[in-house]
């Protein structure tokens, strides 16, 4: 799946670079020489079917254990800036490109995943944009902050953890500083909602199989729809019915919209505003075709 979701942007625009939020191998091994040929195979695959620079951030699946976590940085982690928290160097950092900070979060450190272990450096990071002069602030991360079919924070799926720890002051903090948006993966959809004032995009779908959206939405023939049938999706944004968990916004999310596809997102960075368009493809569109099913203003 991820040499068609590489060919396409490859072909569809001469893009900068490509961000991806983590998850990079199935992970689930917990033998070294696995993980290490999982990665290089990772590696195959990208070089094989883009040309472009590629920048990552490591997910649950990525750091099972601590010597997966050191081949991570083995593979991707020398070729970023070294300008993380001592102990999350080349894990967590930071850079700038055409007026905007791209903040980059490792929210998976083995032993102590699901959360910004170093909320003082990220604020210090972001009050830095502001100072100098950056336009917008992107943050990139694995774990969503608010989940969309995990169920509860302690309920996601092989009992790992759905959503961060600490999501409020996370969420504070990047409505302090107003950062545009928050990327990230861990669930196997497509789902952007804006939750008092930032927004939040989940990108999770550009190999694993695809995970169905929350069952407890007022619309579920909805939800099942989707799997088929992009545009039953759109009803979503009528409300998360999501009462029995205080983690999930269901009276913040007007803006929300999701779908259980296969999908990559391109973002135009421009002075006045963040472009964002969402490609997808049906699971059972064979050849896989994807076309343009989303796209929002940033300003």
């Not at 791209?102 to 699901?114: C, E, Q």
């Not at 107003?178 to 952007?192: K, L, N």
């Not at 999501?242 to 919209?257: E, G, M, R, V």
């Not at 997102?265 to 963040?274: F, G, Q, R």
Request: glycine residues 10%; hydrophobic residues 35%; neutral net charge.
């Amino acid at each position: 799946m991820l040499g068609p979701v590489m060919d396409n942007i490859q072909k569809q625009v001469n893009s900068a670079f490509t961000v991806f939020v983590g998850d990079l191998i199935h992970g689930s091994y917990l033998d070294s020489g696995l993980v290490a040929r999982a990665m290089a195979q990772w590696q195959d695959v990208i070089s094989t079917h883009y040309s472009g620079a590629v920048v990552t951030i490591p997910g649950n699946h990525d750091a099972k254990t601590k010597k997966s976590q050191e081949l991570y940085k083995k593979f991707f982690g020398t070729a970023v800036p070294q300008n993380g928290p001592e102990d999350e160097k080349g894990l967590t950092y930071y850079f700038d490109f055409k007026g905007c900070r791209f903040v980059m979060l490792d929210t998976n450190v083995h032993g102590d995943s699901g959360k910004v272990r170093h909320i003082d450096w990220l604020e210090k990071v972001l009050k830095s944009a502001r100072e100098q002069g950056n336009n917008h602030i992107l943050v990139f991360g694995h774990v969503p902050a608010w989940p969309v079919i995990g169920g509860s924070k302690e309920g996601g799926e092989d009992g790992e953890k759905a959503g961060m720890e600490g999501t409020d002051k996370f969420w504070e903090l990047l409505k302090t500083y107003g950062v545009s948006a928050y990327f990230c993966g861990h669930e196997h959809v497509y789902a952007r909602a804006k939750v008092t004032g930032v927004w939040q995009v989940i990108a999770g779908g550009a190999g694993a199989p695809l995970t169905m959206m929350r069952k407890d939405y007022k619309d579920a023939t909805a939800a099942i729809r989707s799997r088929t049938n992009h545009p039953g999706a759109k009803t979503y944004n009528v409300s998360l019915a999501a009462a029995d968990d205080p983690h999930i916004p269901s009276d913040k999310a007007s803006h929300l919209f999701g779908d259980s596809i296969y999908n990559y997102v391109m973002v135009d960075v421009s002075p006045a505003k963040i472009r964002v368009r969402m490609y997808g493809a049906k699971q059972n569109d064979s050849p896989m075709k994807f076309e343009l099913m989303d796209q929002f203003d940033i300003r």
